[in-house]
């Protein structure tokens, strides 16, 4: 191969690479390699090596060039460039020293199909390594001693693969230029290098050359593809709510105009939403009736401040294909156009939306007309090269962050389909399907590998069990389905007549309105009670759908794909009789005949039935992964996966095998890979939890730490769970996780990376000798930046280690291990006398128990927060407070630690940001009459408070008579809560200026009658913030200091003392205190009742004595309420 090379003063050696220019060369990443026997001008005393490289992925070490000899015995000689474990650029040199280790540079992280300029250098008479990504020093070591390769060959594409037992390394992407010098560059020369560019050398589709990524230096062929028209006249997309989060998200969608500068025309927006409408709404995008322009138009959260602006000429012509990027990333919004950026515009911190509204695609009063393709929309921010990337590779579906995905190509039907795992079918309202060429690549995703499924021809296919059901008060059935939803009638997925009014559990589908429906009776014969589940299926046409439905007591709760869809009231007992079940038929005995028996049409695949009520996290954790038979509570578990014969195994114990009726064993596309483990949601895996933009404790590895009280309180038993995200691993040094600040003899137990490897060494010491029990875990990591949740837990004399809820090694424990201590740190360890080691990374979610945690329960709270009272745990630390040095201890112990340098990030974290609604329990409440019961308190000194959060539940009975009704406050105005006719709620207080201030109200609706809603208002002097449902929901200043008013306090009448503007509802646990709460603590401790005893809690009113007229608050400012009026009720509060 032969290539121009820049004056650089002396002549390279090229590497022959086998190849005519352009000479890009693909490795396949498992056997492919090029082999040049060994040579002086290869392995120069002073050296410089250039190699252009694109990186298409894999795990472990990648080698892209290798001349080496030598063993660690012996010494090692020579050089390489590599992609490590973690995925981050390397430069290799061995010194010839015996035993001593390879001398590493490390540069940023290997980017995926982008042209990246690698360079290393080492000059013998400075002894000087350098090395360089995209002509800029990533890292340079002084010092350092160097052999050249004395006897081997060089390997392009691979590892040292002619020493017997050594990994090959294969290299998974394209490599176009090496070449070597026998002296070290400059820096100025490699700059030089690294701008090159010649119809010889590939695409610099660098950082430093922003330019689209290409094929082969050129845009990808436009191919015909089905698209949807628009006639600019009434048609239109219509899609649910889209945005997951009100902070960051990314739009990207492909649109060909028929015309510009012809009027307003609608891109995507709220429907019923108009350009200039000063009504608040969600993010919109129009096409401009101006200068080619793209407008955007957008609300702060409490509607209060508008963010839009048109931006000119940002089409270049009308008539052709052009894609918008539009990215939201904390306060700044980006637009790109066509993978370029385009313009960076001010946006909202937290912008207006509501859930309920529905989006329109291409019309609502101004009607796009054109064509629309590719519709994708992102939960996170995607940077400039990912942007780049969605040019002209579309998603798979399955991306982490990517919340929806319509590709709009389906070319008929009045449905486009949602690619992405959520929910949100497109319904097509007069759009009609055509083609266009479109310069985006088809479809490249790795499809699933084909699996055994079992098919059902609609007629007389069955399988046929014993009767499933030992536990009549609770059950969990689940199973994947594949559907033919085709014509009308219904298709049956599994049940048992034995006559009208004595039925098994049976599930079906009516094809016409594609909805699923269940029917059910008690244990004692009686009518059957239906549920349907409208719509169920919709948009789900020749898709795997994941169908789960949960007996739980008195409660009947149906899944779709892992979210819940509907809960109903159950009979305490389902019918019990003994018979056998069926799978893809339902019928039964005399009276019922045929046409009363009825079949399933499609495939089935993992059919397990559960004696217990599983959780949601349970159910979306084991969805997508095969299970071993023997979980805790499986009762029965059939795969379907034998591919022969006329029986399908039971693989839980003991079996229940199942008979084949006519039923036949398919290969098929399966729900999913035959080889995916739990599917763990994280930013880099992604995951059926969603990733949320969280806040997150980040430390820098040289002196950031977390300092906590002593969390151990059982020295026989514990459970240490935890997420981290080590930025980077295998980088040589240790870093220590979390533990004690002393070593030696006396520490407690502790966790750290080592430097190699991905390897986490744990340490403990026994209590009575303590002697030192540690021992490592290798290969715990796989790659760096990607979040892993680890769980250590001591049972008595074992220990068991979990990654991401699986089962990862087991050691020997000492019966009791040394807990004495004061303060433990997370992110430090300390391993000498001298020296103490510091995690680099992201923490989050830290939880510490006294008790052995069990793989399911392990597995089950694995992606959500706790409330902090659950049976067990000592301490709970979420670290998600997001400002200030000081962090809350959420457990029972209400500790508090503290951040040692430590700084606040907000990213995606895979793990709920909200905590699990708390179950609700019947507890009594206090009933007002709307006519004239009310609550009063005396004015006393812990009520005059100049920054507050007010706090309550309330069940307000239907729409109130009167405009405006007092909840609770001050006449004057302190604190004011109004409710007012149209569902919003009233902040109002008094400043400086005026005794009627306040803030804008909620959203109409923000109250929905006869339904329970926490409401909390906070106010700091400087900001006021209204809350419903631990969600913010209104903001504004406060416009001075506060004003205290000496004046009683009012609990449902109108809050200036006048007799009237009185609640009709319920209300329960009120709470006034002195200060500003944050939207973490007000959503963390909603749902639980407190002691009285919080710092800075100065009234509480539970509202749960059942009885009495004088009611005790339960703070040591004992302000006893007085109820006048009113009513005890025992009802269902969702609060524990």
């Known amino acids: ?78 050089y390489l460039f590599c992609v490590s474990a973690s995925g981050h ?29 690698l360079v290393g250098s080492y000059d013998r008479a400075s002894r000087t390594a350098v090395f360089y990504v995209n002509g800029a020093i990533a890292a340079r070591l002084n010092d350092v001693d160097f052999q050249p390769n004395d006897r081997h060959p060089l ?43 010649t119809p010889e050398t590939p695409p610099t589709d660098s950082a430093a050359s922003p330019s689209i990524p290409e094929l082969d230096g050129e845009r990808p062929p436009a191919v015909l593809q089905s698209v949807l028209a628009f006639d600019g006249i009434d048609d239109r997309l219509e899609i649910a709510y889209p945005f997951k989060n009100n902070t960051t998200f990314t739009l990207s969608l492909w649109v060909k105009p028929s015309q510009l500068d012809d009027g307003w025309r609608l891109l995507f927006g709220e429907a019923g939403d108009e350009p200039g409408d000063d009504t608040p709404h969600g993010p919109g995008l129009w096409i401009a009736p101006r200068e080619r322009g793209l407008y955007y138009d957008s609300f702060r959260a409490d509607g209060s401040d508008r963010h839009a602006g048109s931006l000119d000429r940002f089409f270049p012509t009308g008539d052709r294909w052009v894609q918008i ?11 790109y156009r066509n993978g370029e950026r385009f313009a960076t515009e001010a946006a909202p911190e937290n912008f207006y939306g509501h859930p309920q509204i529905l989006y329109n695609i291409g019309g609502n009063d101004t009607f796009f007309r054109g064509a629309i393709a590719h519709l994708s929309i992102w939960t996170i921010a995607l940077n400039p090269n990912q942007i780049r990337e969605r040019v002209t590779r579309p998603p798979h579906g399955d991306e982490p962050g990517l919340c929806y995905y319509w590709p709009l190509d389906e070319g008929s039907g009045a449905i486009a389909h949602n690619r992405a795992r959520r929910h949100n079918p497109a319904t097509i309202y007069g759009a009609t399907w055509g083609e266009s060429d479109l310069a985006i690549a088809a479809d490249d995703s790795d499809e699933k590998p084909l ?71 008690a244990v004692r014969p009686a009518t059957p ?77 993992e059919i397990r039935i559960w004696s217990v009520a599983r959780s949601e996290a349970e159910i979306r954790g084991d969805r997508e992964r095969r299970l071993t038979g023997n979980e805790p509570g499986l009762a029965y578990y059939w795969p379907l996966n034998d591919g022969g014969g006329d029986r399908a195994d039971d693989r839980a114990n003991p079996p229940n095998d199942a008979k084949i009726i006519g039923a036949s064993w398919q290969q098929s596309e399966g729900p999913f890979s035959e080889h995916l483990p739990r599917r763990i949601a994280s930013p880099d895996a992604g995951g059926e939890i969603e990733d949320e933009i969280q806040a997150a404790v980040s430390l820098d590895g040289e002196d950031d730490a977390i300092a906590i009280d002593n ?20 980088d040589e040094t240790w870093h220590g996780i979390l533990g004690d600040r002393r070593y030696g003899d006396r520490c407690q137990p502790g966790l750290s990376l080592c430097p190699y490897d991905g390897t986490v060494l744990y340490h403990a010491r026994a209590a009575e000798s303590q002697s030192d029990r540690s021992d490592l875990l290798c290969n715990f990591l796989e790659t760096g930046d990607r979040w892993v949740h680890l769980t250590w837990v001591k049972d008595g004399s074992e220990y068991r280690f979990y990654r991401n809820g699986e089962p990862f090694a087991s050691r020997r424990a000492p019966e009791r291990v040394y807990i004495q201590g004061s303060v433990y740190y997370l992110g430090k360890v300390a391993i000498s006398e001298t020296l103490d080691t510091f995690f680099r990374g992201q923490l989050a979610d830290v939880r510490f128990w006294s008790v052995p945690r069990t793989d399911a329960e392990i597995r089950a709270d694995l992606h959500r927060r706790l409330r902090g009272n659950e049976p067990g745990l000592s301490y709970y630390w979420p670290l998600n407070e997001g400002r200030g040095t000081a962090i809350g201890d959420r457990g029972p112990q209400r500790s508090r630690g503290e951040l040692c340098g430590a700084t606040w990030q907000q990213l995606p974290i895979p793990i709920a940001s909200a905590i699990a609604p708390a179950k609700a329990l019947n507890q009594w409440v206090l009933r007002f009459d709307g006519r004239d019961d009310y609550l009063a308190v005396p004015d006393c000194p812990g009520l005059q408070v100049e920054a507050y959060t007010v706090e309550l539940w309330l ?74 449902d631990g969600q913010l929901m209104a903001e504004g200043a406060s416009h001075g200091p506060l004003i205290v008013d000496r004046t009683p306090l009012y609990i449902g009448r109108h809050l200036d003392g006048e007799p009237r503007g009185y609640f009709n509802g319920q209300m329960s646990d009120i709470r006034i205190w002195n200060r500003a709460r944050t939207a973490v603590e007000i959503e963390a401790e909603m749902s639980s009742r407190l002691t009285g005893e919080e710092d800075g809690l100065i009234a509480y009113w539970p509202l749960d004595e059942g009885s009495g007229v004088l009611l005790r608050d339960r703070t040591a400012c004992s302000a006893f309420a007085q109820a006048i009026g009113g009513t005890w009720e025992e009802v269902e509060l969702p609060i524990v």
């Open 325 to 335: 990027a539009w990215v939201k990333d904390g306060s700044e919004y980006r637009f």
């Open 711 to 730: 969390p151990f309180q059982d020295d026989r038993q514990f459970t240490i769970a935890l997420w981290l995200k080590p930025s980077a691993i295998d």
């Open 89 to 117: 650029w390397q430069f290799w040199l061995g010194g010839g020293q015996k035993n001593a280790p390879w001398v590493t540079l490390s540069g940023p992280t290997a980017p995926a199909k982008t042209w990246t300029h």
């Open 155 to 197: 390997h392009v594409g691979a590892g040292a693969t002619h020493q017997a037992g050594a990994n090959p390394c294969f290299f998974h992407g394209r490599i176009a230029r090496v070449r070597i010098w026998k002296r070290a560059l400059a820096e100025t020369e490699v700059e030089t290098l690294s701008r090159s560019r």
């Open 955 to 1028: 069940n307000a009975d239907g729409k109130p008579e009167e405009a405006e009704t007092g909840i609770v406050g001050k006449p004057g105005r302190n604190f004011n809560v109004w409710l007012h006719d149209n569902g919003a709620i009233a902040h109002r207080f008094h400043n400086g200026a005026t005794t009627d201030a306040g803030i804008p109200d909620t959203p109409p609706g923000a109250i929905a009658w006869n339904q329970w809603h926490h409401v909390a208002i906070t106010n700091d002097g400087t900001t006021a913030k209204t809350y419903i």
């Open 1 to 78: 191969m032969v290539f121009q090379s820049p004056p650089l003063g002396s002549e390279p050696k090229t590497i022959d690479l086998g190849a005519t220019p352009p000479g890009i060369v693909y490795f396949n990443g498992s056997s492919d390699e090029i082999q040049r026997h060994h040579s002086q001008d290869f392995n120069p005393a002073s050296f410089t090596v250039e190699i252009w490289v694109e990186f298409h992925g894999g795990l472990g070490y990648r080698a892209l060039l290798t001349s080496v000899s030598g063993s660690a015995a012996e010494g090692r000689r020579g």
């Open 529 to 605: 009670q239906a549920v349907i589940l409208s719509n169920f299926f919709d948009g789900l046409e020749q898709r795997w759908v994941h169908i789960t439905w949960v007996k739980d007591g008195k409660e009947y709760r149906y899944y779709r794909d892992g979210e819940l869809v509907r809960t109903q009231v159950a009979p305490e007992k389902i019918y019990t009789e003994k018979t056998t079940y069926w799978f893809g038929k339902i019928g039964g005995g005399q009276p019922l005949e045929p046409p009363n028996i009825g079949y399933f049409e499609g495939q089935m695949s």
């Open 451 to 521: 699996q055994t499924v079992l098919c059902f021809d609609g007629q007389d296919d069955y399988l046929e069990i014993d009767d499933p059901f030992d536990n009549p008060e609770n059950f969990t059935i689940s199973l994947w389905v594949k559907p033919v939803l085709d014509g009308s009638g219904y298709s049956y997925l599994m049940g048992k007549r034995w006559w009208a009014s004595a039925l098994k559990p049976e599930l079906f589908i009516a094809k016409r309105i594609k909805s699923l429906l269940s029917y059910s009776s």
